[in-house]
């Protein structure tokens, strides 16, 4: 059954016998997009009638190497040659023990332990596990209070969808929420010095005043899915600094940013924090099997282990000895191509040119990013407000019928290409883009 079957029978409102209920689709005749993709290499994927698109999402933010990548499936089909399976609850492996110290080779020397998930989700409900756990095995069984912030998304399980201020209208639904949860506001990088001072000043002095009561603040640096909002540097340092002067912990949200999508392996090396707790996965293993992680500042692994109790945590699939696998052939990939200096140089050049580009065009409000992650802000032109997620929508199947896949956010269109994307690869992608905002105002 090809792309064009489908949407023509969903057009035509005839019963198809369609299996899969899709992620926030809200029933079986809007199960997805567009595309019926069955075919990758490198920054392109294939439909079922052959078309090519550039694949500018990276598949979900976790593609970062593309597709096809001989590395990483090599390692991957070594370990299948070996044992594909070993249950961590019971035994250890040393493909696994290979990617955690891979993993932690790219951290300071103050992480010391490793835990393996499944997905960016399961990584945060862990970290909630922990700062709360933390505190009642140093006695203070008040501290159960976790902040985070409005416009952050950090997944769908029942944790990380309670520290999500993104969702909640969608969200509200499955309330209730775990309890002791603080949403905050947020400033980002275009605000005014008074303005932003305003934030930091609520936000500290809500943490000196319930400091007793507070476990641990999850922080997304970048608040991508709310449209690449990025929190000023300054802001940062002073939430680390004031959670170090009143005993809080701090768990920075990396699902996104980690593995060089910024530019460098983690985006807490741009800011003075070092976090008692790192959440990552998406670029772990560039998505060739589901996997995430959790790293442990050596404070937290020494309480436990003084106090001789089990962290009540694992999944059957967490540390998958292939998925780990594929998280060395990834890691060494990022180091023999040195994506760094690929995502810093060719990010600057795909922004600026973005910039020059579509500057006359009366629906984009605003161009910014980091790395190889930038968002192109749109308006509607006769109100001046954010377009809406519909017309957002039929933007994203205009441009794939041009060829180029995007993601799409509360602001517009965002741009996460391949980490080891060329610059005749860019050239190619901003060729789709001019053409289509040339012909195009709404």
Known sequence: MNTLNLRTLMENNKEINYP????????TKNFFNQLVLNRGKGIYVYDNNGKEYIDACSGLWNVSLGYSNEKITDYIIKQLGLISYCSLFEHTNSMVVFAANKILGLLPDCFSKIQFTCSGSESIDLAIKVMREYWKL???ISKNLIICFKKSYHGTYYGSMSVSGITRDET????PFLENI????????????????????RLEKYIEENHQNIAGIIVEPILASAGVEIMPIEYLNRIYKCCKKFDVLITLDEVALGFYRTGKSFYFYNTDIIPDILCMAKGINSGYLPLGAVAFHKNIVDIYTKSNVILAHGSTQGGNVLACAATVGAIEEYERLNISENVIKEGKYL?????????????ISEIRGIGLLISI?????KKQIPVSQIKLDYIQKLLAREGLLLYRSLTGLTLLPMLNITRAEIDKLLNILEKFFRNYMF
């Open 182 to 201: 603080v949403l905050q506001e947020v400033p980002d990088e275009s605000m005014e010095q008074e303005e932003y001072e305003i934030y930091s000043v």
């Open 20 to 27: 899969i209920w899709h992620p926030f689709s809200g029933s």
């Open 351 to 363: 922004k600026s040119q973005l910039t020059e580009k579509l500057k006359y065009h009366k629906n």
């Open 172 to 175: 509200d639904r499955y309330a």
């Open 138 to 140: 140093r006695g203070k």
């Open 377 to 381: 802000d749109l308006t509607d032109n």
